[in-house]
């Protein structure tokens, strides 16, 4: 293997092993970098995060945290508000395609009994 070859592989083993943090515990390391009861240096060490990291998430939580208070009402919606839509989206797809079929068959039989039925 040569050396680029062994770099490219390391780099994607590290990708793919890169720790995940969820959003409660970014917000728990902001907000203890915010009380200030030990350096920003000395807690991305005990995380082992980057500082620019911490940098980021601050920025980011801050920033949320001002729109939100000027009255910005645009949210994401959380897992179970998508679930909820997802399976209303399905039950109406649903409701429109037996509407579809029950249109159709009533197209077709009373074409068949020679009547018409006008689409304007």
Sequence with gaps: MSVSNITKRVKEIRRKTRRKFSSEEKIRIVLEGLRGE???AELCRREGINSNLYYRWSKDFLEAGKRRL??????????DEVAGLKKENQDLKQAVAELY????WLKKSLTGQGMTLDDD
């Design 38 to 40: 030990c350096s920003i």
């Design 70 to 79: 000027a009255g910005d009402t645009v949210r994401e919606a959380n897992s």
């Design 101 to 104: 079929l029950r249109n159709d």
